[in-house]
């Protein structure tokens, strides 16, 4: 299973995610674990961020989406479509359900977009967030859907509705600690940590 926070504000996009895979049986119930060294978060190039999650092998290609495509000037509109288009091809095979994709867009926003395919869907549901104003921000995540102990952890004083953090690094320190919390609370969750920033 995986955790990935992303955070949007006006002027930045962070993403954090741990990297651990484990193995799972037919109840999906966590059975061990493969490695605690498994990407889920990819800097794709130096205005965009995708995280990926969903039940997965250590062999699994999480680019796939932008398989055979030049990533360097792939601009925000071009890589949504992308992850729709590879998730509607391989919806019945699909490893990966959920993905968040942020960063600088076209226009010089900063955005997140959640894209989710649920099984028994045709088409993903895509999801638009961004900062209301220039003193507050955003956030997204995809954690395990049977951890409901875990929400109330992304919910406390760390993701308040203000920045409360003085610099980016502050941030990245909060981000970090919440990831460290939920590993805590679910062992499918790793405590070694991935950031990954546009700003």
Known sequence: MSAIIAVVGSNFCTFASDSRLVQLDRSMNNIGVKSDRFLKI???N?????GASGTMEINDDL???FSGVVRKHL???????????????????????NVLLGGKNEMGKFIIYEIQIKTGMDNPTVTLKQAPDKNRFAVSYTIPNKCMLLYPILQDNRLSKTL????HAALVGHLEGLI?????????IGGD???ESVM
């Open 42 to 44: 990819f800097r794709i």
């Open 46 to 50: 130096h205005n965009l961020i995708y």
């Open 63 to 65: 680019l796939a989406p």
């Open 75 to 97: 601009t925000m509109s071009q890589a949504k479509n992308l992850v729709v288009a590879h998730m509607v091809q391989n919806r019945d095979i699909l490893p990966v359900r």
């Open 164 to 167: 409360p953090w003085g610099t």
């Open 180 to 188: 460290k919390d939920l590993s805590e609370v679910d062992d499918s």
């Open 193 to 195: 940590i991935i950031v």
